[in-house]
């Protein structure tokens, strides 16, 4: 019997180019860079809805009449709290380890005191859902607070879901046009088909797995500096640059040494990412409403070069090269860039992992055998 010899034509590296589910929650047109969630296009949803309301679209598929946004904002609301001894979890790990790994431990480890852990309707999945969804920026803002020192400040029902995470990191209640530029960055961040992240935590769901575990999966993933580790490397770059002036160099000498430019290219889009667009704009206006707009030259410098080099090919800027330099305003730490991306992801992924688990199977995809075959085994003692 011949082993597992697929052919080499079925093969494609890093799964590109492969349909590997059905999904009705987001589709991206790579060629005309274009992002629509559950049909409405995500230039529509920044400008008129909320992370609240998106979130209920993808989740459940339509926008939700006045009475569901208004329970459904509630409930995540009430499920802001974690246990205390998820904060003392917190209190215990190190503090500079990296806020993703103290993420995808805490969400780890609140998965064991879910009232609803032993059992798997739809019911207590959406449930789960929305308790992970509520308590993803709590685990982000008390982790900063212990990491430098400070009293945590629990989460304020009083405040809409950016708002409140801007409030729980800084301890003051952000300005509302902040809070909402905040809030159209979660949007943007919330889904993005099926991406390295959301694939993961639908690997994982498929052995019917628990959507803790699938969830810890997505955080592990995103931490990659080629997906959600990007935007916190962007302000790496912009920071070893330093000026407008050493753009050009820095980046054509990068390129020669084959080093990824961070915050730029992408598997699906051949088009400026619609998301990267909306960010430059707010970029922008922060940047010139505080008169600081070395940043902005910074990026705006690094486009025209990446242009020059790159547009030919099809490399564009992906949805992390603006997203930190708009967070920074907000006096939100570089090293919770990526956590927050997760605070907006983990909308599309919990949508994906309930979706997925409507028409399941099981994910086992198969592997070239390039190893030797008929080894003879060798004793120890044979052995040099
Ligand atoms: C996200 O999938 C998603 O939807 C992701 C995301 C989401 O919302 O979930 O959109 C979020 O992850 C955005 C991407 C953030 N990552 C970065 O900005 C890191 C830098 N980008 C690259 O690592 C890269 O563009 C990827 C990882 C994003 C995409 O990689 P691919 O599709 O595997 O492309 P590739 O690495 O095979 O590159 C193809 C060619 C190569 O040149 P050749 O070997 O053919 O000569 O393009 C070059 C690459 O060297 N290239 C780059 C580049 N990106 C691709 N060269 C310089 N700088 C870059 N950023």
Not at 106 to 114: E, K, Q, R
Not at 153 to 177: D, W
């Amino acid at each position: 019997m011949a082993f597992d010899s697929p052919d080499v034509q079925n093969y494609a590296r890093g799964l590109e180019g492969v349909i590997a589910a059905i999904s009705a929650i987001s589709a991206i047109d790579g060629q005309e860079g274009k992002l629509v969630y559950r049909g409405i296009d995500i230039e529509s949803l920044a400008e008129h809805s909320t992370f609240e309301e998106t979130t209920y679209l993808l989740m459940f598929g339509d926008l939700p009449t006045r009475d569901e946004l208004a329970n459904f904002t509630m409930d995540l609301k009430e499920k802001r709290d974690v246990p205390h001894e998820i904060i003392d979890i917190l209190e215990k790990l190190p503090h500079d380890a990296h806020p993703m790994d103290i993420l995808k431990t805490a969400i780890s480890a609140l998965g064991t005191f879910d009232p609803d852990k032993d059992s798997d309707t739809r019911g207590s999945r959406i449930r789960k859902a929305i308790r992970i969804i509520a308590q993803v920026p709590t685990i982000v803002a008390y982790t900063h607070r212990i990491s430098e020192g400070l009293e945590i400040i629990p989460p304020s029902k009083k405040f809409s879901h950016a708002k409140n995470f801007l409030y729980m990191v800084s301890g003051e209640e952000p300005n509302e046009r902040d809070a909402k530029i905040f809030d159209i960055a979660l949007i943007l961040h919330a889904d993005h088909g099926l991406n390295a992240s959301t694939f993961s935590s639908l690997v994982t769901i498929s052995t019917l797995s628990d959507i803790y575990s699938a969830i810890t999966s997505a955080v592990g993933t995103l931490k990659g500096p080629l997906h959600g580790g990007a935007n916190e490397r962007v302000l790496d770059m912009l920071a070893e640059i330093g000026t407008p002036d050493n753009v050009e160099n820095y980046i054509k000498e990068a390129v020669e040494k084959k080093k990824k430019i961070m915050g730029f290219g992408h598997r699906v889009y051949r088009a400026y990412d619609p998301r990267a667009r909306i960010l430059r704009k707010y970029a922008e206006m922060l940047a010139t409403e505080r008169n600081e707009r070395s940043c902005c030259e910074m990026a705006n410098r690094i486009e025209a070069v990446m242009k020059e080099l790159f547009e030919e090919k099809g490399i564009f800027p992906n949805v992390d090269f603006y997203s930190g330099v708009v967070y920074r305003w907000f006096g939100i730490p570089k090293r919770l860039f990526t956590p927050v991306f997760a605070i907006g992801r983990v909308s599309g992924w919990v949508s994906h992992v309930l979706e997925y688990l409507q028409a399941n199977r099981i994910f086992r995809p198969r592997a070239i055998y390039n190893g030797p075959i008929d080894v003879e085994y060798i004793p120890i003692e044979e052995r040099s």
